[in-house]
């Protein structure tokens, strides 16, 4: 069994933001000379996502309303978590929602996707530098 | 290392629905010969899920009728994905919460599970084809 | 390639709660003697979560407060799942959006985490024993 980590570097402008990262997995895939197993993509972040859905703007806007009615960013107090002085509480929700990973199968060398699967990076607490694992594992 | 790959095609007759696809990844654990190791689930599209919960008829329906408050699916115009012809935008936000994926444990052959474990399809925009990926590996 | 399993018991004296099990979960891995794979932590019961957050107790309350306001516990008889004499139904879908499991990179013989990342039990029906299943994999 081989494997192979790599890790991806980001630092969004906004505090929210959707980044499609599905070269950069296929990258660390090349790179890691694996034909046959699993990646796992995950944030190494507590306010941030990994996920796979669609790459269509109208739906990442969509995204963007939907957890803010989830999970609002304001008022501040009214949770806990921002009484130390943080303001991120609903990041982390909004994170638990969209998740932290996503495992993909490598399939002859290649993410085994459906036609429309796209690899995102989720961002919703940004504003500073933050990183994804893509850890590879197979033969 | 082993692996093993198939899919497993659904057509539902309605918009949403459940299936039970438990036996299903059993037998394609089976097909694999493979006895530790571990089995993801996937869909391939981004419109449905794969997750595991109690196979109880009145909790499907709870789901149904839960997830349809969180994420409506009508009006359609609330979204902006559905501008582009689409009237699927709830769709994608029902399978962010139910989760695309899931990793099981393979053990002495066998899906590693409690006793009331059981995995689904779950669909939110049926009418045609769609994919789930199985993926073994292990030794 | 090596495998290796083990469970983690747990019987919370509350309906709800978060155990923080990261160090359990090394253990396993130190037990496993896997240097390079993945390890999978999933709860095998289905009113239970596994998710990777912050070890933050202002944080741990909100989510409490959060899932309650999405799903919440009472009145009972807005489930049909407790028609049958349940009254767990708001478990099943706290447990649906906090996630069955987490898939984590072992590097090293450790857990390749970010600084915050915290692996947790969260328990949404409890005063009984259950279970959690780590499965390690690699070489």
Chains 1, 2, 3 share one sequence.
Request: proline share 3%.
């Amino acid at each position: 069994m081989k494997s192979y980590r790599k890790e991806l570097w980001f630092n969004l402008p906004g505090r929210r933001g959707f980044v499609n990262i599905t070269r950069d997995v296929q990258q660390v895939i090349d790179e890691a000379g694996i034909q046959e197993g699993l990646v796992l993509v995950n944030a190494m972040h507590i306010t941030a996502s990994v996920f796979i859905n669609d790459d269509e703007g109208g739906l990442l806007g969509d995204w963007d309303r939907w957890l803010e009615k989830l999970a609002p960013e304001k008022p501040y107090d009214q949770y806990r978590h921002n009484d130390s002085g943080e303001d991120n509480a609903d990041a982390h929700m909004k994170r638990s929602i969209m998740g932290r990973e996503v495992v993909c199968a490598v399939t002859a060398g290649k993410l085994d996707f459906g036609p429309w699967e796209q690899i995102f990076y989720g961002e919703f607490d940004g504003r500073r530098r933050k990183r994804v694992l893509v850890k590879v594992i197979g033969e």
